[in-house]
């Protein structure tokens, strides 16, 4: 008695130790060879066999010792059965059902089991370990399942892939082409303006000398010639005029849209362009009971190119003037709110939402006859796009008819920005002291090469240095600044302790665009910095 109870006790912890593992088996097959060994191990059959249920399906047979022949009758015995641990006598084996959640798995079947005297402790065994058998074949069945999804995944995937990588190549291509329309579009443009550029410089020529000896015949024969003659002369001198003017304007458009003429950036005082856009056009307003403005106080700034922004200025004005009439009021001036901003309004006719859209437009036809009788080209607005465009600014229309108009030229803000070399920090102070009031961002530096390393890096509008310094000096740090193409436009002033026409010249040989001596004065200083930001 107590070598049985020896035996079955050594068996169940043999069949433990087998199975401790088995729940981690990653397929059926390998969960399926587990369990004939913990057979062979406890039991030793001559013959095992497994058939495999999926739902009411059944799959192939596994057989144990591999080679074993398995007829028919044993596998239709398998497939029909449906009890739990039945003992065998003509086989001398056991049947029993592997389960899981209640679903069958499959049946095992073991045949001629050398010692059926211990049958019960074999279906006791059978049973105990049922539940283990049956977890590590459902989760061998969900790990191959996975294993199945992640595989058709992967292949999803990588087709995916493939396609995006065609339609990717396709797209590449697509670009390349349009890259490449875009660059014939474009040079066909600049041939485009370069030809109007051409022709223009071919026109003006002939026509100089057209107007040339028109205007002395106008003088030799005013004195001889009826009035009718003097009208014709007078016509033809007036069409000249309007021609050169064209030229000019076209000239001016393609040079800009070319890239040959391009933006001298420098710090421009809205009040002075208005007031000499005023004295510029204030006698033919006059000519005309216009009453010609300007209300800018605040002394603002921008940073434009001088001679273009005065241009669009002066077309807005001029046409505010061709379109306004007695009593009409023009005003140049800066709304309170907006920096870097230069408006015209008048109490003019007006503009239509209709022609709005078109003023500037090149070729829209919406040129019209002044009040007076003025003609035009037709091209100074547009041009004035094309100013404030290249300025990455804007123009733009608010109008009513019958209540004026409100033009408005907008530039980027700009923020004046001086780099003050000294190696003397108290002196430093003093500059900052004397320029803390005029709206500008300063950055200092100790020395000619802690300067050259700040250019580098950032953009400066004003560089004020002195000349003794260690590592390097004023003169070294000039030298660099005005050699560079980079930087020869960087206006330099230079403060030194020195006396004498001698440092005086080597400084404005060198490229410097001010010099002064120390002890500085407010107010020779404060004169000197504003010609550079304002």
């Known amino acids: 008695m107590a070598t049985d109870i020896s035996r079955k006790l050594a068996d169940y912890g043999l069949a433990f130790d087998l199975i401790s593992n088995i729940t981690a088996v990653k397929s059926e097959k390998?969960?399926?060879?587990?369990?004939?060994?913990?057979?062979?191990?406890?039991?030793?059959?001559?013959?095992?066999?497994?058939?495999?249920?999926?739902?009411?399906?059944?799959?192939?047979?596994?057989?144990?010792?591999p080679g074993t022949v398995c007829d028919e009758t044993v596998k239709d015995s398998m497939t029909t059965y449906d009890g739990e641990q039945l003992w065998?006598?003509?086989?001398?084996?056991?049947?029993?059902?592997?389960?899981?959640?209640?679903?069958?798995?499959?049946?095992?079947?073991?045949?001629?089991?050398?010692?059926?005297?211990?049958?019960?402790?074999?279906?006791?065994?059978?049973?105990?370990?049922?539940?283990?058998?049956?977890?590590?074949?459902?989760?061998?069945?969900?790990?191959?399942?996975?294993?199945?999804?992640?595989?058709?995944?992967?292949?999803?995937?990588?087709?995916?892939?493939?396609?995006?990588?065609?339609?990717?190549?396709?797209?590449?291509?697509?670009?390349?082409?349009?890259?490449?329309?875009?660059?014939?579009?474009?040079?066909?443009?600049?041939?485009?303006?370069?030809?109007v550029s051409f022709v223009s410089h071919d026109l003006k020529s002939p026509l100089t000398v057209v107007q040339g000896f028109l205007k002395m015949i106008r003088l030799e024969v005013f004195a001889l010639s009826s009035d009718r003659v003097k009208a014709m002369i007078d016509a033809a001198i007036k069409s000249s005029d309007e021609m050169m003017a064209l030229i000019e304007n076209l000239l001016s458009i393609s040079r800009l849209k070319t890239g040959v003429l391009t933006p001298q950036y420098e710090f421009l005082s809205l009040a002075l362009i208005g007031s000499r856009t005023v004295a510029d056009f204030k006698s033919l307003a006059d000519g005309k009971g216009i009453d010609l403005r300007l209300e800018i106080t605040d002394g603002g700034r921008i940073y434009a190119d001088e001679t273009l922004f005065t241009q669009a200025v002066q077309n807005i004005v001029a046409n505010a003037i061709k379109f306004c009439g007695a009593g009409d009021t023009i005003t140049i001036c800066t709304p309170p709110e907006e920096q870097a901003t230069l408006c015209?309004?008048?109490?003019?006719?007006?503009?239509?939402?209709?022609?709005?859209?078109?003023?500037?437009?090149?070729?829209?036809?919406?040129?019209?006859?002044?009040?007076?009788?003025?003609?035009?080209?037709?091209?100074?607005?547009?041009?004035?796009?094309?100013?404030?465009?290249?300025?990455?600014?804007?123009?733009?229309?608010?109008?009513?008819?019958?209540?004026?108009?409100?033009?408005?030229?907008?530039?980027?803000?700009?923020?004046?920005?001086?780099?003050?070399?000294?190696?003397?920090?108290?002196?430093?102070?003093?500059?900052?002291?004397?320029?803390?009031?005029?709206?500008?961002?300063?950055?200092?530096?100790?020395?000619?090469?802690?300067?050259?390393?700040?250019?580098?890096?950032?953009?400066?509008?004003?560089l004020i240095t002195?000349?003794?310094?260690?590592?390097?000096?004023?003169?070294?740090?000039?030298?660099?600044?005005?050699?560079?193409i980079k930087t020869k436009s960087l206006p330099v002033i230079v403060i030194t302790g020195k006396y004498g026409m001698e440092i005086r010249e080597k400084v404005f040989q060198l490229g410097a665009d001010d010099f002064l001596t120390k002890p500085l004065d407010n107010e020779d200083f404060i004169p000197r910095v504003r010609r550079f930001i304002s």
């Open 344 to 462: 015209v309004k008048d109490t003019g006719p007006g503009i239509g939402e209709d022609v709005i859209e078109k003023v500037f437009q090149y070729g829209s036809n919406v040129s019209t006859t002044g009040t007076a009788g003025e003609t035009g080209t037709g091209l100074g607005l547009p041009y004035t796009k094309e100013i404030m465009e290249a300025h990455n600014g804007s123009v733009t229309i608010e109008s009513k008819m019958g209540q004026g108009s409100l033009f408005s030229l907008k530039v980027p803000h700009v923020r004046p920005k001086i780099l003050v070399v000294d190696d003397n920090s108290s002196f430093r102070m003093v500059q900052k002291q004397f320029m803390s009031y005029l709206g500008v961002d300063i950055v200092e530096a100790v020395n000619g090469k802690e300067a050259l390393e700040l250019i580098e890096n950032m953009e400066f509008h004003l």
């Open 30 to 65: 390998e969960a399926i060879d587990s369990i004939f060994e913990v057979f062979d191990a406890i039991c030793a059959p001559a013959r095992s066999f497994y058939l495999p249920f999926r739902g009411s399906e059944t799959g192939d047979i596994y057989v144990n010792p």
């Open 88 to 195: 065998k006598e003509e086989k001398a084996g056991f049947i029993f059902r592997v389960m899981h959640n209640e679903e069958t798995l499959g049946v095992f079947q073991l045949e001629e089991v050398p010692f059926p005297q211990y049958k019960e402790h074999y279906l006791s065994l059978a049973s105990n370990i049922n539940s283990v058998l049956g977890l590590a074949i459902s989760n061998a069945r969900v790990y191959q399942n996975l294993e199945s999804l992640v595989e058709e995944r992967t292949e999803e995937l990588a087709n995916t892939n493939k396609s995006l990588v065609k339609e990717i190549k396709e797209r590449k291509k697509t670009e390349v082409l349009l890259v490449k329309a875009k660059e014939h579009a474009e040079n066909a443009t600049k041939l485009k303006d370069k030809f």
């Open 466 to 484: 002195d000349i003794e310094m260690p590592e390097m000096d004023g003169l070294e740090l000039l030298k660099t600044i005005k050699a560079s």
